[in-house]
């Protein structure tokens, strides 16, 4: 089993843009989910995918959901720093699994500083008593040049943190030999190994070095790496396996460690960083542009191994990965939001048009009805001046007529009953609209009045009086024989015949 194979995830984004849908929990989250759409075009949110090769192990506890994103080579996984000892104790494991039924054995470096405390899982069940620990070796990528029980020695640091808590055996534990000074300390380390590499204990790269299965690495604060400082002569050693160093700008000065050919042969590195203080380090080994080749290369970025490459990350170690990715993800915000913007003026900027064309409508339409109106209202105030001139006609039609009739009616007066039947005739051709018929052929006269039948009675006839009014007429036809000189009385207007 491969490293990456080994390297199964507990959960795993898929490339970088997903790396933005992170869930919440996690430091990078940038709640994608906030991101606009954008003129119906939405970013794809894709969920977390569960990795094949989940271990339960992984997400004991208050461990969370770490961020794993591949450049080029380079595997890269961010933890919080409990899930980050639970995720490499598993790896380990793994690995350990992996070249104990392969080789038989599983050669491991160890560095110096915190990478000791993120290997406490180790120590642990399950992996206590699950991994082969007698099948193990294990060296020391540097070395301070102190006694092994000297509070600075690397040896001493493994030992109680972590090798003297499992069941390796003490002859597989490669210290250095604390008597010698830093230069036969670093001889003697070199020759020691040439025999493991003998022996087949350790095995041998194409190029014949030494080719560990997995070397476990810290990173400093200036981008060092085992005992390998930026700038320093030694970085370009390439013809020994161990070397050393009398003047480590980090105390103490002397130390053996191992040369850059020889680490970078490992068939796996896993690089452990954590804290803010590293970030600088970790931003330039995995994202500065390596094509600039004038610019001196930290110690860390010259970690390319033949084998696999894993990061292991704290959020501040790798704080500064994600500027770049964070500003290109706000100006995408930015640039979503600039355009919704623009979006919803052009939207209300139509709706606006909209409605000034309605209202443009309406006034049109307004305007139409206001004419039609005034027409409407100028067409009846002329008819209406028609019919004043045409009521002034009949109104004087009306008193020509009635004073004709005054002079019928009171000949009617005059003559009684044939007098009024006269009269009758004579104001049907004088107002022919009016009906006589039923007083023509009905009307009798009853205590001096017209009377006309209704129902099985009489009333009496109503006829225009001479004043205009209406009333009972002929209040002064009294009878067929009335004497035309007592109606003339009666009526109180003498009418000569
Ligand atoms: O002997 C040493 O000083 C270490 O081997 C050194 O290379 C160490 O690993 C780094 O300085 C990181 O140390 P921290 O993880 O403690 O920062």
């Not at 139509?350 to 039609?372: F, P, Q, S, T, W």
């Amino acid at each position: 089993m491969s490293f990456s194979a080994a390297v199964s995830i507990s959960y795993t984004l898929q490339g970088w843009s997903n790396m933005l849908c992170a869930q919440k929990s996690n430091p990078f989250s940038l709640k994608s989910s906030l991101i606009p759409s954008q003129f119906g075009k939405k970013l794809i949110h894709k969920p977390l995918i569960r990795y094949k090769e989940f271990s339960p192990k992984r997400c004991n506890g208050k461990t969370k959901a770490s961020i794993l994103w591949e450049q080029g080579y380079k595997k890269v996984e961010v933890f919080s720093k409990e899930h980050l000892a639970v995720s490499l104790a598993y790896d380990v494991a793994q690995l350990s699994n992996k070249f104990i039924r392969e080789r038989g054995v599983f050669t491991v470096v160890l560095s110096g500083g915190s990478l000791i405390k993120y290997l406490r899982k180790l120590v642990e069940p399950p992996y206590v008593d699950s991994i082969e620990w007698s099948k193990w070796h294990v060296f020391l990528v540097d070395e301070r040049v102190v006694p092994k029980d000297h509070l600075e020695s690397n040896y001493k640091l493994a030992y109680d943190g972590f090798l003297s808590k499992v069941a390796i055996p003490n002859v597989n534990i490669h210290g250095i030999d604390d008597a010698l000074p830093a230069d036969g300390a670093a001889d003697v380390y070199e020759t020691s190994m040439r025999r493991l590499v003998k022996s087949n204990i350790i095995a041998t790269s194409k190029n014949g070095l030494p080719k560990f299965d997995l070397t476990l690495l810290g990173v400093g604060p200036d981008g060092h790496v085992a005992s390998l400082f930026p700038g320093h002569p030694i970085l370009k050693e390439n013809q020994k396996w161990v070397t050393f160093i009398k003047d480590s700008p980090k105390p103490p000065s002397d130390r053996i460690t191992f040369t850059l050919p020889v680490i970078n042969a490992s068939s796996n590195i896993a690089m452990v960083v954590t804290g803010e203080g590293k970030a600088n380090a970790v931003h330039s080994a995995l994202e500065n542009d390596h094509n600039h080749h004038n610019i001196a290369k930290l110690p860390v970025e010259l970690i390319s191994p033949e084998g696999d490459l894993k990061w292991y990350l704290d959020k501040g170690a790798a704080s500064k990965l994600f500027q770049k990715k964070v500003e290109e993800h706000r100006n995408i915000q930015e640039t979503n939001f600039v355009n919704s913007i623009i979006f919803e003026n052009t939207k209300l900027g139509g709706e606006l048009n909209e409605i000034r064309r309605r209202n443009e409508e309406m006034r049109v339409a307004h305007d139409e009805k206001e004419k039609e109106t005034n027409k409407y209202f100028a067409e009846w105030r002329e008819r209406g001046e028609v019919w004043e001139k045409e009521k002034e006609t009949l109104k004087s039609k009306v008193e020509e007529a009635e004073a004709r009739m005054k002079v019928v009616y009171d000949d009617a007066a005059l003559k009684g009953k044939e007098g009024f039947d006269n009269a009758i005739r004579q104001v049907s051709v004088l107002l022919p609209d009016w009906n006589f018929s039923e007083l023509d052929l009905a009307n009798t006269i009853e205590n001096g009045k017209v009377m006309r039948p209704v129902g099985n009675g009489h009333v009496p006839v109503e006829l225009k009086k001479m004043d205009g009014s209406r009333g009972e007429s002929t209040a002064n036809v009294q009878g067929e024989n009335t004497p035309v000189k007592d109606n003339k009385e009666n009526q109180g207007e003498g009418v000569a015949n």
